[in-house]
């Protein structure tokens, strides 16, 4: 009975603590912004430590390296890495379903389309751009989330499952684009833009050196050149999966977008066409102004 909950009493304070984190970064974002909606404040609270949470995977695999001097590589599984990525895929899901409800009235076509009267046209602004890379973000983070646990490590293998967790790499790079757009976009505080860049330079700087440990700690003869990494080819092919589904995604939204604008009139009246001098007409869609974008 509740199996899902770890044995290891380490194991289920990392959870204890992730849990309270999640709480005082929303408290946190009250306090920072009480003029804002509680779906708002939970929307920015959990993005920005989902952000926190998997820059941290991906720095604790280097500070292993760093504090055992015999350490060739990393282990395939990390607990604590693997406990925290929990907790990112978890906030980054509420941050996603959330804030997909902030704005647009729950349209979510709008997030990716404009509506015309000629039919849908993709976004091609900062607005659009940052919705697309969250998409892709979303896709892999729910698909890690999905993996983190010891029955995909053991019907994945190994190897296979290290593989596939190495997309994190690719998680981070569009999460990070995904929070630059929404920056720009809803102009936020220097301070803010200043810790993410910091972020993004501590993350590369750990990368880098956790490269160049593994490369020094190699053995002068490398093991099994002439096999073929399963697990590598599955990394790619998920890889190359992941646009697809985005795609499939957007194509769904767009159908759905098509048919829910099917009840409304695409042509105005002949009368109706020109409105009276006196009165100007509003656009029918115009792109959220900066101020009214869903926060990261």
């Known amino acids: 009975m509740l199996s899902f909950i770890p044995r290891e009493r380490s194991r289920r304070l990392t959870h204890v603590i992730m849990a309270l984190l999640s709480i005082v970064a929303c408290v946190v974002t009250y306090f920072l912004k009480p003029e804002e909606s509680p779906v708002r404040i939970i929307t920015i609270g959990t993005g920005y430590l989902s952000l926190f949470q998997i820059v941290f995977t991906l720095l604790w695999g280097t500070w292993q390296l760093l504090s055992r001097a015999t350490l060739r590589r990393n282990p395939v599984n990390i607990m604590l890495r693997r406990d925290v990525g929990i907790w990112a895929g978890v906030n980054g899901v509420v941050h996603v379903i959330l804030g997909l409800q902030v704005h647009m009235s729950g349209d979510i076509v709008r997030y990716f389309f404009e509506r015309a009267y000629a039919g849908l046209t993709p976004l091609t602004n900062l607005f659009g751009f940052s919705n697309y890379t969250g998409g892709l973000a979303t896709i892999l983070l729910v698909l890690l989330l999905l993996i983190s646990n010891d029955l995909s490590v053991t019907w994945l293998r190994g190897p296979v499952w290290k593989w596939v967790q190495r997309l994190n790499y690719v998680l981070i790079v569009l999460t990070l684009l995904h929070t630059f757009g929404y920056q720009v976009e809803v102009e936020r505080p220097p301070i803010m833009i200043v810790i993410v860049v910091a972020l993004t330079l501590v993350t590369m700087a750990a990368q880098l050196v956790g490269v160049v440990i593994s490369v020094m700690r190699r053995p002068a ?36 977008g098509m048919s829910a604008g099917e009840a409304t009139p695409t042509h105005q009246p002949a009368h109706a066409t020109e409105p009276p001098p006196h009165v100007t007409e509003a656009p029918l869609h115009s792109t959220p102004p900066a101020h009214g974008t869903p926060a990261p």
């Open 221 to 256: 003869k490398a093991e099994g050149k002439a096999a073929i990494d399963r697990g590598c080819l599955v990394a790619v092919g998920v890889t190359a999966l992941v646009p697809f589904l985005l795609a499939a995604c957007l194509a769904g939204l767009w159908v759905y």
